[in-house]
């Protein structure tokens, strides 16, 4: 996700739901280092979590999660339509 949050300045991509993180009950399970980069990508609807309420920091990151993620992040910029 911290890449992710990267690619979200180049675009100029910044979220605007703050409070959405809150949602996530295993973002305690975050690296410190992360926590501002997977707030930011949660914030934008870049990435949406495992489920309504879970992210899953620890598990791998699947290949669809990761195509879904980048299309998320070309529609949200307004690169592509949905």
């Given at each position: 996700?911290?890449?992710?949050?990267r690619?979200?300045?180049?675009?100029?991509?910044?979220?605007?739901?703050?409070?959405?993180?809150n949602n996530y009950y295993?973002?305690?399970?975050?690296?410190h280092w992360a926590k501002e980069d997977v707030s930011n990508v949660i914030a934008a609807r870049v990435f949406?979590?495992?489920s309504e309420?879970?992210?899953s920091p620890k598990n791998i990151f699947t290949y669809s999660e990761a195509a879904q993620a980048?299309?998320?992040l070309l529609?949200?910029?307004g690169l592509i339509n949905k």
């Amino acid at each position: 996700m911290v890449m992710y949050s990267r690619a979200m300045g180049v675009v100029k991509l910044v979220g605007q739901d703050k409070d959405r993180i809150n949602n996530y009950y295993d973002y305690v399970e975050v690296s410190h280092w992360a926590k501002e980069d997977v707030s930011n990508v949660i914030a934008a609807r870049v990435f949406n979590g495992t489920s309504e309420n879970t992210l899953s920091p620890k598990n791998i990151f699947t290949y669809s999660e990761a195509a879904q993620a980048i299309r998320n992040l070309l529609t949200e910029s307004g690169l592509i339509n949905k």
